[in-house]
């Protein structure tokens, strides 16, 4: 392990830069933008989860007093098949068609039609004016009966990827996949203990606070301008090109502030239908999302089948794992379940393992990102499995974990070898933390479950601008979710010895910042941290560079020190060190302003693992489930801003912990989804849970400067296992499925 | 939302009137108290024009009146102000903590029992409470005044007895004699902010020895209205309102109840815990009854 290093800035926990203007409701979020001669746009959705379109007239609506254009999928041009890189958006032929629906209509609720008017009011009665008819299709709303041979087909040509020869009949499981390593029947030989289990999980949505919403518009030279709330407007950018088939010159985006997004604003669904309204009526066009559109038509994640099978030794070594996921892809392909696969043995060294995952298509929305997507449904199989091995071996589930657990130079079971990680020192703490050495409360049980999750590196640009007073500028691309621009500001003050205070970091948008990916991946403390401290990089070069000049020495006669340039050790010579301050007010005679910038695609991100754990108590009468305490610990590698690590650690674990017990989407035999509103998608309310009592450990990554991990999506991994596990503590059933709702439970405890 | 017209009656008359004009000419009118359930109801499906009949500056549907008999509680009243009345706390806390179970500070800044009970939702917080005290509707209308038994108020999912022309006053109750105890318990899965899956509010009265004199017990989301279940009452009258008693008016009310399957909980689970939560109520009504 690194050494401690003290810093001054990085590792404090200053007040969010952009908290004042957004708690004063000065903050721009997604619908604040509004323009004059401003349209409000609307869409027209399917009333049928699965249906051929066989015609639209929107003729109708165009011809109402105040409705000033209207689209439907004719207006939209056919899009070449291809990636768009990001978070895992998937196809972009896909992307379009699920923006709006052409020949078919793939779920309730999918786009098939919109029109831009003067009014919100206007706008929805056109809606009920365009005629659209359709032949309905029976829906595929189970992932396994998805699956088989006879099912009901989503895409006729939808052929099976991945599979060892190209299949000569269309299918609704759009790709399989296999990780596998060693010999299966053998390492289950050596087990004295066999675990086995399916275990389900129906969608679950991310459930930001702020509904998409976006603002477009086209001027006479066809170039058009979109306000929207989005995790990476690059790439809305480029899908939006793709989409409608426009030059990148043309577009330019700029992310407002964000009210949440959790992976679900990394893809399109607003912005190219407000683009071509905006040109069709020749005025900017505002859409704006209610919840239940953003429940119907934008992506959860995946509900899911997995089975899972564990042997292991009375010692506790695991000798062999196997594992079968099938994920639901919703309308197109593109589930979460590569990561699902790659992620689902991570935290454990094992010998002998397959798994096998299945991306299959539904009449249910698309899915999208959402926090470590596709992890935590694998590895809520897998750590419940677990659990039972424990049971049955009679071993502390801590110890277990111990046993078996990755450490540095462990070969992942998706390929590379581990760097130094953290999860021995998570589950060490986790040993000693006073929340488990205290015995469990009367009526409560406890589950204990390990999470894991990659993060990425990714493309990212930063550019350092020095003010005449010497303060500091920090440009950048990644909308602010969780915090970044304190910590941008920590990172940039730390590398240049500048006080944090005079360091300000802004989001430019697609024009005035260089490229960078989504926010998201947890990636942009790490990638985007690393552009920026390049570019103080960058800026004390040009520093000492001044300063030598000023001086008459080489540069390399002289040092940059607590933010002064200084000459070298060894250096004889009689001069007062040259603060930022000092160099940025002779710049005009020292070569113009100072400017630093910095870009790259960076690599080596680290991952990073948690051990979290959890006390619930069960109503044996009602089902109902009380937690009572939940601790979260997690490698940070390093945190830059220690309170907002923390609050992502509580963040994930309220989220994790809602989809455990509550959470989920409601389908009826049409494939209407029945709660598509935040009164019966329950999401944990503030009473819902105690304090998330958190410890961030800190094995720093090796490819970060500052040591740095990410640390936004582990969280959620791991509690819905825990969730599991302490139900079965407490009441001595397992339930495989969730969510732990109280019907569910009270069920499985009375047995019928 | 579709085009609407707003008025605020001062008077009994001058509401009745603005109603019963609306009646008779084939026009719609929706009275309207805290509004939310009304307002939320506005932004939905039902878009059609209205007449919003704003009851809330009209001084019988503001009055508060604890009387040495009876107990009257104007139909607009938000629940904030009852929560915060200490007497009507004391002698009708389980009416009190069904009123205060209502949405959030917020909402309770607006919501009325007079509301809560006209909008007639199966699941109304404060109906099987209002039930369990003995609660009386006071119906104002072109005919003049008339008196509904809440029991008997509602008739099924979002409907009740009222007519076109007729708003609700307020609410009566006998004020409970010595020894007598109430409180209501809902079952929902998170802890606040939602719809109940099964609720029931019980009122016990002892003699000097504890053995039940009197009870009343109301059901609530397990059915198209809110019950009085008199096999229940029956269950605990002449006990001391004992376990086994308790389990019996638990039973009486998964009898009695008639629930639905949806995405709130299970045919099953409602008629459980509607039980579990019938046997709950009643030990809170006893040990308060107890301690009167
Ligand atoms: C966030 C939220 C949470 C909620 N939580 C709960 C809860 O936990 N439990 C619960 O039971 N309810 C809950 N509700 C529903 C609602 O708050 C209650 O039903 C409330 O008591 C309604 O009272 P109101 O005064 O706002 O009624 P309004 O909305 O003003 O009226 C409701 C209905 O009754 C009619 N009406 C009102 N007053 C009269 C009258 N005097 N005469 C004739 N008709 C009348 C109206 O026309 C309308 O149809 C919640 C609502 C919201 C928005």
């Known amino acids: ?62 011809a109402m007093d105040g409705v000033h254009a209207a689209v439907s999928g004719a207006d939209f041009p056919s899009v070449q098949s291809g990636e768009v890189g990001g978070e895992g958006g998937g196809d972009v032929a896909d992307i379009a068609k699920n923006v709006m629906a052409r020949d078919k209509a793939l779920y309730h609720g999918h786009a098939v039609a919109a029109v831009a008017a003067t009014s919100v009011e206007i706008a929805e009665r056109a809606l009920d004016a365009i005629e659209v008819e359709y032949e309905p299709l029976p829906p595929v709303l189970d992932v396994v009966e998805a699956m088989a041979p006879d099912a009901t087909l989503l895409d006729d040509n939808c052929f099976t990827k991945n599979l060892p020869e190209k299949p000569d009949k269309p299918s609704n499981i759009a790709s399989v996949m296999v990780l596998a390593r060693g010999d299966l029947d053998a390492g289950f030989e050596q087990a004295d203990v066999v675990v086995e289990g399916e275990y389900r999980i129906p969608m679950a949505h991310q459930g930001y606070i702020e509904p998409h919403a976006c603002t477009a518009t086209v001027n006479e030279e066809g170039k058009a301008t979109v306000w929207c709330c989005t995790q990476g407007h690059f790439e809305f950018r480029a899908m939006t090109s793709k989409i409608l088939n426009w030059k990148i010159g043309d577009l330019k985006f700029i992310a407002s502030e964000i009210g949440g997004g959790f992976g679900g604003k990394t893809v399109v669904y607003l912005e190219p239908v407000a683009v071509l309204l905006s040109k069709h009526a020749g005025r900017p066009v505002k859409m704006v999302m209610s919840r239940e559109e953003v429940f119907r038509a934008t992506g959860p994640t995946s509900g899911s089948v997995c089975r899972v099978k564990i042997g292991a030794q009375n010692d506790g070594k695991i000798t062999a794992a196997k594992a079968w996921l099938a994920y639901e892809a919703g309308a197109f392909a593109g589930a979460p379940v590569m990561p699902g696969a790659m992620s689902i043995f991570a935290p454990y060294e094992i010998e002998n393992f397959l798994v096998e995952g299945h991306d299959v298509l539904v009449n ?13 449904q694998a590895m809520h199989a897998f750590e419940v499995a677990l659990d039972d091995i424990a049971r049955q071996i009679g071993m502390d589930p801590l110890d277990l974990r111990m046993v078996n657990a990755a450490d540095e130079g462990t070969q992942a079971p998706y390929g590379p070898k581990f760097p130094a990680i953290g999860f021995k020192a998570c589950i060490e703490a986790a040993k000693k933390h006073p929340n488990y050495t205290k015995p469990v409360p009367e009526g409560a049980g406890r589950g204990v479950a390990a999470g894991f999750w990659f993060n990425i590196g990714m493309q990212s640009s930063a550019e350092v601008r020095i003010n005449e007073d010497g303060t500091v500028i920090v440009m950048e691309g990644n909308p602010d979710i969780g915090g970044s621009r304190a910590s941008m500001g920590l990172m940039a003050a730390e590398t240049l010895g500048v006080p944090y205070e005079q360091v300000k970091t802004y989001i430019g948008d697609t024009e005035s910042t260089g490229f960078c990916n989504v926010t998201g991946g947890s990636r942009t403390t790490f990638a985007t941290g690393l552009a920026v401290v390049q570019a103080c990089e960058d800026i004390i070069a040009q520093c000492k560079s001044r300063a030598a000049a000023t001086w008459g020495m080489d540069d390399d006669q002289v040092e940059w020190q607590d933010g002064q340039a200084v000459p070298a050790p060894g250096v004889n010579a009689d001069v007062s060190p040259l603060s930022l301050a000092d160099i940025a007010a002779s710049a005009p005679k020292t070569g113009g302003p100072i400017l630093g910038r910095a870009s790259l695609n960076a690599q080596g991100a680290g991952a990073s693992f948690s051990v979290n754990f959890g006390d619930l108590k069960v109503d044996p009468e009602t089902g109902a489930v009380e937690v009572l305490s939940f601790t979260g610990i997690q490698d940070a590698g390093k945190a830059i801003h220690p309170a907002f690590v923390e609050g992502q650690m509580q963040g994930g674990a309220a989220q994790g912990l809602g989809w455990a017990l509550n959470e989920e989407y409601i389908y009826d035999a049409d494939g209407v989804m029945e709660n598509a509103g935040f009164l019966d998608y329950r999401v944990p309310v503030a009473s819902d849970l105690p304090m998330i009592d958190t410890q961030i450990v800190e094995v720093p990554n090796p490819s970060h400067p500052y040591g740095v991990r990410g640390v936004g999506e582990t969280p959620i991994v791991a509690p819905l296992a825990v969730a599991s596990n302490a139900v079965r503590d407490a009441t001595g059933v397992r339930i495989n499925d969730l969510p732990l709702s109280p019907p569910r439970i009270l069920a499985a405890l009375s047995n019928d | 939302m579709g085009e609407f017209a707003y008025v605020a009656p001062r008077s009994v008359a001058d509401a009745v009137g603005v109603l019963q004009d609306h009646a008779n000419n084939g026009r719609r009118a929706q009275v309207l108290a805290g509004g939310t359930d009304l307002l939320v109801q506005l932004r939905g499906l039902d878009k059609a024009p209205r007449t919003i009949v704003d009851v809330k500056k009209i001084e019988e549907t503001n009055r508060l009146d604890i009387g040495g008999d009876e107990i009257y509680i104007g139909a607009a009243i938000p629940s ?37 009970l006209c909008n007639s939702s199966p699941a109304a917080d404060t109906i099987p409470a209002m039930i369990a005290d003995r609660g009386i509707c006071v119906i104002a209308g072109s005919g003049g005044e008339r008196e509904v038994p809440v029991e008997d108020f509602c008739t099924g999912v979002g409907t009740n007895v009222m007519t076109g022309d007729e708003f609700l006053l307020g609410l009566k109750f006998p004020r409970p004699p010595a020894n007598t105890g109430d409180a209501y318990l809902r079952f929902i899965p998170r802890t606040e902010m939602d719809i109940a899956v099964a609720g029931a509010g019980v009122s ?89």
């Open chain 1, 1 to 62: 392990m690194a050494e401690a290093v003290d810093y001054r800035y990085v590792g404090t926990s200053p007040v969010r830069p952009d908290g004042v203007d957004k708690v004063t409701g000065r903050a721009q979020f997604g619908a604040d933008q509004n323009l004059p001669n401003m349209l409000h746009g609307s869409v027209l959705r399917s009333p049928h989860a699965h249906a051929r379109i066989k015609s639209v007239d929107v003729s109708k609506a165009l």
């Open chain 1, 364 to 376: 249910k929305p698309k899915v999208a990102a959402y926090r470590a997507p596709g992890a935590p």
């Open chain 2, 80 to 116: 904030a102000i009852l929560n915060e009345n200490e007497e009507l706390k004391s002698l009708l806390p389980g009416l009190i903590e069904s009123a205060d179970l209502i949405g959030s500070t917020q909402i309770q800044g607006r919501a009325s029992l007079g509301g809560n």
């Open chain 2, 204 to 292: 016990v009265t002892l003699d000097g020895s504890g053995t039940c004199t009197a009870a009343r017990v109301g059901i609530g989301a397990v059915a198209p209205t809110p019950l009085l279940v008199a096999d229940a009452a029956a269950a605990l009258v002449g006990t001391t309102v004992d376990d086994e008693a308790l389990a019996a008016a638990g039973a009486a009310c998964s009898a009695a109840a008639s629930p639905i399957t949806d995405k709130r909980g299970t045919v099953e689970y409602r008629r459980k815990v509607v039980a579990v939560l019938c046997r709950r109520a009643g030990a809170i009504a006893r040990d308060r009854a107890l301690a009167a």
